[in-house]
C-alpha cells in the first residue's frame, strides 16, 4: 500500500464529520512469555508520518524512530498491558481485550470511533469499526502497531537483563527452539504463560 493509501481511511471519516479517531493494535499474542501489550493512538487531522506501516513490515530501527515521532505528535496516545497472570486467567484472547481496553481508557481525550485491528470486538464502550489487517489499511492502526510491538521488545529486553540464559531480548519469549531449550535447561519462569506451555504439549515437570 502506497504511504498516501494509509491515510485514506481517515480522510474519509474526517470528511465525514468524525472528528476523533483512534487506532487500536495490540502485540504478543504469541510469546510463551511477557504481557500482551496494545495501544491507542489518536493521529491529528493531516498529519502524514513518513515511513509509517504496519509495525511487521519495518525494522526495529525504523520502529524506534517511528515511535518517538508518534509520541511528539499523535494527538494522544496510550499503552495497556495485561501480564502473564491475567494471560492465564482469563486465556489470551480476553487479555488482549483487556489491554486494549486500558489503552483506550487511559487516553486524554475519549475517541468518537475506534478503528481496531482485527475481526473481534473487544468491547471498548465506544463506536468501533472492525478491520482484519487494518495495521496496513489505517495510518492510526499502524501507530498503534508501533507503539504496542516497541513497548512490549522493549519490555523483554529488560526481562533478558532479568533473567539471562532465556534468551529474551532476541526471541522476545515466542516459542523458537532456543527459547525452549533454555526452559528445559533452566525451568519455568514467573513470566511464562504456564497455560501456553500446557496448550502447546511441552509436558515439563517445572510447570
Not at 480522510?11 to 501489550?37: F, M, Q, T, Y
Amino acid at each position: 500500500m502506497a504511504s498516501n493509501e494509509l491515510y485514506e481511511l481517515e480522510r474519509e471519516l474526517h470528511e465525514k464529520g468524525v472528528g476523533c479517531i483512534c487506532g487500536v493494535d495490540e502485540a504478543g499474542r504469541g510469546p510463551l512469555a511477557g504481557p500482551v501489550v496494545a495501544a491507542a493512538v489518536i493521529l491529528p487531522p493531516g498529519l502524514e508520518l513518513e515511513g509509517l506501516d504496519d509495525s511487521k513490515k519495518l525494522t526495529a530501527k525504523k520502529r524506534e524512530l517511528l515511535f518517538g515521532q508518534i509520541m511528539q505528535k499523535a494527538e494522544t496516545a496510550s499503552v495497556g498491558f495485561a501480564d502473564e497472570a491475567e494471560i492465564d486467567e482469563v486465556n489470551i484472547l480476553n487479555a488482549a481485550f483487556l489491554a486494549m481496553r486500558r489503552a483506550v481508557f487511559g487516553l486524554r481525550a475519549i475517541p468518537q470511533l475506534a478503528l481496531v485491528d482485527g475481526n473481534r470486538d473487544p468491547g471498548l464502550e465506544i463506536p468501533t469499526s472492525l478491520i482484519v489487517g487494518g495495521d496496513g489499511k489505517a495510518a492510526c492502526i499502524a501507530a498503534a502497531s508501533i507503539l504496542a510491538k516497541v513497548t512490549r521488545d522493549r519490555m523483554m529486553v529488560e526481562l533478558d537483563a532479568r533473567y539471562p540464559g532465556y534468551g529474551f531480548a532476541k526471541h522476545k519469549g515466542y516459542p523458537t527452539k532456543e527459547h525452549y531449550a533454555a526452559i528445559e535447561k533452566l525451568g519455568v519462569l514467573p513470566v511464562h504463560r504456564k497455560s501456553f506451555l500446557r496448550t502447546l504439549g511441552r509436558h515439563l515437570s517445572h510447570v
